[in-house]
């Protein structure tokens, strides 16, 4: 199969039923534009009028708040624009706007435990909670801190929080003291929510002793709110200032929501933490609303009572973009433990019970998927999947193709990208468009993205730095403990004058279509010329024998060389045939320049919490250089296999 080969192509009768479809026909009637049926046309329409199309997102939605009269103002300001200046509206009355008994939430636990909540039950929890914060003193920008598992908790809580326009910020319990203590003491938050612990492969894990430690380190945090998740609270709650979760909800309920201004905080996100500690970004209200929306309805194709999933720990930017489907009045689906628990074969069979319509998850996990040798549509009934989301990391051909040949031959695959940066995706799905093999389908609306050579150059079909041109309402507030913006400037507009630069690399294809070909500062450039590292994976992990793998350019004799890590199966050794099987892939797949001269085994890669390989992190250590912060890893223990090898001395 070709890299631009078609693997799916809706009819024209589905495109018309399309969310995408019945908002453009409201813009022709409201704008006088007619798109024609054409995507492209749309998307030109959306970057040329910023205001039109934003204010129009928001009256063919019904936001719930007063918009007031100006649209967007700094337009031309990189950093420095704002949509929506004068308006005022509350992120959770609108996740929560008809308050019916049809499901809200759908929470599955690794013993096979399944809660639920209708969205009146879900509205009822959230106004007791907030009575009770409001209680304890919280209000407008003070921060609550949850360390706390992927289960309805979580979501109660958030909402609570934003229904009093408190600004919420939220770790996985996988992290240790260290991890968390990084991001939270920076943010000083009054309310810590928590568990007293956690499941994972059938494990409990105790999480009282850190809770214990953040409570006597961070002296902001005047109260504790604890979940008892595995059955150790009372470890906790015999504490000063310490209150049991089951207990807040018996407080009386808060009255009304409280109007928050548009660019108010909602959310403050981390940087992965691997070159240093975690940088705090601080997203607005109006502007995560707005995009999660656009991107719902218009790129997804959610509908009212439609069942949303996305495997992701509360520590990911995916965990706030799925709670946000509660804005369309979906139902999200939450699942929290190990995915492969007790087989491959578990969320497949929950992606049955639940009816998803949405399934999102990362490209490792498909990869991990097809590698097990499970085949969902032998063990599953799919048919009523139509959109499969996959982030985290470039989707390969081969996981493409087990989508399409091994779980539903007829949906939307939509490879997406974007990030914590910008809680949303900079490009990402279209159901009105065809799927191609290796491609993300197109650029998002609103957002003006362009691929840009180091010159500043608008390049088509080459390689270069992913960028967008204009302003878009869910760029970061800012950076916390960044008064002048300087870290925030630092981060995204330096390179290019009044454009954000997004830090991948990346192509825009024939089909208008886009490659992410890895993070630009983890790029390769042997011989001066820049390779993406998405290029070498694809093949190498396409190969059954390979688990994973891991690309890095060592400096040596004034040139760079490509070294190639693979953690292969239990049953296989890196021997002669095996290192030529690799060479051979790479050079066919890609080209003779992206061959490795060196291949290692080891025994694992060290990852981040989120599941993204640390390219930089083995990078360093191959140079003799300090990893800053192996908090920010998920298995920081890995990080001693890279030291001192042989193979790579000369």
Same mark, same amino acid.
């Given at each position: 199969?070709?890299?631009? *080969?078609?693997?799916?192509?809706?009819? =024209?009768?589905?495109?018309?039923?399309?969310?995408?479809?019945?908002?453009a026909n409201w813009v022709k009637t409201h704008h006088g534009f007619d798109w024609e049926k054409r995507y492209e046309d749309l998307w030109s329409w959306s970057v040329e009028y910023p205001e039109l199309f934003w204010d129009s997102i928001w009256r063919w939605h019904s936001v719930l708040g007063n918009?007031?009269?100006?649209?967007?103002? %700094?337009?031309?300001?990189?950093?420095?624009?704002?949509?929506?200046? &004068?308006?005022?509206?509350?992120?959770?009355?609108?996740?929560?706007?008809?308050?019916?008994?049809?499901?809200?939430? *759908?929470?599955?636990?690794?013993?096979? +435990?399944?809660?639920?909540?209708?969205?009146?039950?879900?509205?009822?929890?959230?106004?007791?909670?907030?009575?009770?914060?409001?209680?304890?003193?919280?209000?407008?920008? &003070?921060?609550?801190?949850?360390?706390?598992?992927?289960?309805?908790?979580?979501?109660?809580?958030?909402?609570?929080?934003?229904?009093?326009?408190?600004?919420?910020?939220?770790?996985?319990?996988?992290?240790?003291?260290?991890?968390?203590?990084?991001?939270?003491?920076?943010?000083?938050?009054?309310?810590?929510?928590?568990?007293?612990?956690?499941?994972?492969?059938? +494990?409990?894990?105790?999480?009282?002793?850190?809770?214990?430690? @953040?409570?006597?380190?961070?002296?902001?945090?005047?109260?504790?709110?604890?979940?008892?998740?595995?059955?150790?609270?009372?470890?906790?709650?015999?504490?000063?200032?310490?209150?049991?979760?089951?207990?807040?909800?018996?407080? #009386?309920?808060?009255?009304?929501?409280?109007?928050?201004?548009? %660019?108010?905080?909602?959310?403050? @996100?981390?940087?992965?933490?691997?070159?240093?500690?975690?940088?705090?970004?601080?997203? *607005?209200?109006?502007?995560?609303?707005?995009?999660?929306?656009?991107?719902?309805?218009?790129?997804?194709?959610?509908?009212?009572? $439609?069942?949303?999933?996305?495997?992701?720990?509360?520590?990911?930017?995916?965990w706030n973009w799925l709670v946000s489907a509660l804005a369309t009045e979906a139902k999200i689906v939450l699942f929290e433990g190990n995915p492969f628990f007790p087989n491959a074969e578990r969320i497949w069979k929950m992606a049955e019970s639940e009816n998803l319509y949405l399934l999102g998850t990362s490209a490792k996990f498909i990869d991990a998927s097809r590698k097990s040798g499970v085949r969902p549509n032998m063990i599953a009934d799919l048919k009523n999947l139509k959109v499969i989301c996959s982030t985290g990391s470039p989707l390969n051909s081969e996981g493409f !193709?087990?989508?399409?040949?091994?779980?539903?031959?007829?949906?939307?695959?939509? *490879?997406?990208?974007?990030?914590?940066?910008?809680?949303?995706?900079?490009?990402?799905?279209?159901?009105?468009?065809? /799927?191609?093999?290796?491609?993300? =389908?197109?650029?998002?609306?609103?957002?003006?993205?362009?691929?840009?050579?180091?010159?500043?150059?608008?390049?088509?079909?080459?390689?270069?730095?992913?960028?967008?041109?204009?302003?878009?309402?869910?760029? #970061?507030?800012?950076?916390?403990?960044?008064?002048?913006?300087?870290?925030?400037?630092?981060?995204?507009?330096?390179?290019?004058?009044?454009?954000?630069?997004?830090?991948?690399? $990346?192509?825009?294809?024939?089909?208008?279509?886009?490659?992410?070909?890895?993070?630009?500062? $983890?790029?390769?450039?042997?011989?001066?010329?820049?390779?993406?590292?998405?290029?070498?994976?694809?093949?190498?992990?396409?190969?059954?024998? /390979?688990?994973?793998?891991?690309?890095?350019? =060592?400096?040596?004799?004034?040139?760079?060389?490509?070294?190639?890590? /693979?953690?292969?199966?239990?049953?296989?050794?890196? %021997?002669?045939?095996?290192? !030529?099987?690799?060479?051979?892939?790479?050079?066919?797949?890609?080209?003779?320049?992206?061959?490795?001269?060196?291949?290692?085994?080891?025994?694992?890669? #060290?990852?981040?919490?989120?599941?993204?390989?640390?390219?930089?992190?083995?990078?360093?250590?191959?140079? %003799?250089?300090?990893?800053?912060?192996?908090?920010? @890893?998920?298995?920081?223990?890995? @990080? $001693?296999?890279?030291?001192?090898?042989?193979?790579?001395?000369?």
């Open positions: 199969m070709t890299a631009q *080969s078609k693997l799916w192509q809706p009819t =024209q009768s589905e495109i018309e039923k399309t969310e995408l479809t019945d908002f918009k007031g009269n100006k649209i967007l103002i %700094n337009k031309d300001k990189l950093p420095g624009a704002q949509f929506f200046p &004068d308006a005022t509206l509350n992120f959770a009355e609108n996740l929560l706007q008809n308050a019916n008994d049809q499901l809200a939430l *759908s929470s599955h636990h690794e013993n096979g +435990k399944v809660e639920t909540l209708t969205r009146r039950e879900l509205k009822k929890n959230v106004l007791a909670l907030a009575g009770w914060m409001k209680s304890q003193g919280l209000g407008k920008g &003070d921060r609550v801190a949850a360390y706390i598992p992927n289960i309805q908790q979580a979501v109660v809580t958030m909402l609570a929080a934003a229904s009093l326009g408190a600004i919420y910020s939220s770790c996985s319990p996988d992290f240790g003291f260290n991890g968390v203590f990084d991001r939270f003491s920076q943010i000083e938050p009054r309310l810590l929510i928590t568990v007293d612990g956690y499941f994972y492969a059938g +494990k409990k894990i105790s999480r009282v002793d850190i809770v214990l430690q @953040l409570k006597e380190k961070m002296p902001s945090l005047k109260h504790i709110l604890v979940h008892d998740y595995s059955g150790n609270a009372s470890d906790l709650i015999s504490k000063q200032d310490i209150t049991l979760y089951s207990n807040a909800l018996k407080h #009386p309920p808060l009255r009304k929501f409280i109007p928050c201004n548009f %660019n108010d905080p909602l959310y403050i @996100l981390y940087s992965s933490g691997t070159t240093g500690i975690p940088k705090c970004i601080v997203h *607005s209200i109006g502007g995560t609303l707005l995009q999660h929306i656009k991107e719902h309805r218009l790129h997804s194709n959610i509908k009212k009572n $439609a069942a949303v999933f996305y495997f992701t720990t509360c520590g990911w930017m995916m !193709d087990f989508i399409y040949n091994h779980v539903n031959g007829n949906l939307q695959l939509a *490879s997406i990208s974007g990030g914590t940066d910008i809680v949303s995706c900079f490009v990402l799905g279209c159901p009105i468009r065809p /799927v191609y093999t290796g491609e993300i =389908q197109c650029k998002g609306l609103g957002m003006d993205v362009v691929i840009l050579s180091d010159e500043g150059k608008i390049l088509y079909g080459e390689q270069g730095e992913l960028c967008c041109k204009s302003a878009f309402p869910s760029m #970061p507030i800012g950076f916390w403990n960044d008064p002048d913006g300087s870290k925030y400037k630092a981060a995204y507009f330096e390179t290019f004058d009044n454009i954000w630069r997004h830090g991948d690399w $990346a192509t825009l294809t024939e089909n208008d279509g886009i490659i992410i070909h890895g993070r630009s500062d $983890a790029t390769l450039n042997p011989g001066g010329v820049r390779i993406g590292t998405a290029e070498i994976y694809r093949p190498v992990e396409a190969l059954d024998e /390979v688990v994973e793998a891991l690309v890095v350019g =060592q400096t040596i004799n004034n040139d760079v060389r490509i070294i190639l890590f /693979v953690r292969l199966r239990d049953d296989m050794i890196l %021997n002669d045939d095996l290192q !030529d099987k690799l060479k051979k892939e790479i050079r066919a797949k890609a080209t003779p320049r992206h061959v490795p001269e060196v291949i290692c085994a080891v025994k694992d890669i #060290p990852r981040t919490r989120s599941g993204k390989i640390t390219e930089l992190a083995v990078r360093d250590i191959i140079h %003799n250089k300090p990893v800053k912060n192996t908090e920010a @890893l998920a298995n920081p223990e890995a @990080l $001693a296999l890279f030291y001192n090898l042989p193979e790579l001395l000369g």
